[in-house]
Antibody, heavy 122, light 107 residues
């Protein structure tokens, strides 16, 4: 069974940093791209970041709203994806979910984690 | 950057009704479009990919059509379990933008 479990969320002050982790199990992590998606309270889904598997070069992509502040990475040997979030702003408050891309690049998301809440507030 | 719009933003329908949701891309994306269903408090579920391919395990009352810029999700015979918000998403290239969502309620 595919499982994605996020951790690392919490309350953080504006301008500070936070690192989220996503621990994967039930599939060969190295064979799949990974995404981070967020959902602000009562709002829709917002795609945040993408990373190809290390086998395919580990290429990363970012939403314009987080580019230069957030960094996605992965450790295929541990089956973990990360999202380093710097210079956090109140607009970044959301539930952050990791999600599996069903292919290498041009592929939909087929599994989602339950998410971890990030609250940016003083 | 390609934008996705959805219409309507919400709808109210009765059990058994045929429900149609439209997703429009500001530029052509071929058939690289997916539809997701999200129930309150739950994670999204992939329904359709490749604009018209039904994900394994999804009931056949769901169907998708379209290409390039105009896409449609149809529920043929709405069931109480279909009450949810539906999102389209493009995945031809970054950014993997989602549409704003369509909330489906029971009349």
């Amino acid at each position: 069974e595919v499982q994605l479990v996020e951790s690392g969320g919490g309350l953080v002050q504006p301008g500070r940093s936070l690192r989220l982790s996503c621990t994967a199990s039930g599939f060969t992590f190295a064979n799949f791209a990974m995404h981070w998606v967020r959902q602000a309270p009562g709002k829709g889904l917002e795609w945040v970041a993408f990373i190809k598997s290390e086998t395919y070069g580990g290429t990363t992509e970012y939403a314009a709203s987080v580019k230069g502040r957030f960094t996605i990475s992965r450790d295929d040997s541990k089956g973990i994806a990360y999202l380093q979030m710097n210079s956090l702003q109140s607009e970044d408050t959301a539930v952050y979910s990791c999600a599996r891309g069903s292919g290498i690049y041009r592929a939909p998301i087929d599994y989602w984690g339950q998410g971890t809440l990030v609250t940016v507030s003083s | 950057e390609i934008q996705l719009t959805q219409s309507p933003s919400s709808l109210s329908a009765s059990v058994g009704d045929r429900v149609t949701i439209t997703c429009r891309a500001s530029q052509g994306i071929s058939n690289y479009l997916a539809w997701y269903q999200q129930k309150p408090g739950k994670v999204p579920k992939l329904l359709i990919y490749g604009a018209s391919i039904l994900q394994s395990g999804v009931p056949s009352r769901f169907s998708g059509s379209g290409s390039a810029t105009d896409f449609t999700l149809t529920v043929s015979g709405l069931q109480p379990d279909d009450i949810a918000t539906y999102y389209c998403q493009k995945y031809n290239s970054a950014p993997w933008t989602f549409g704003p969502g369509t909330k489906v309620e029971l009349k």
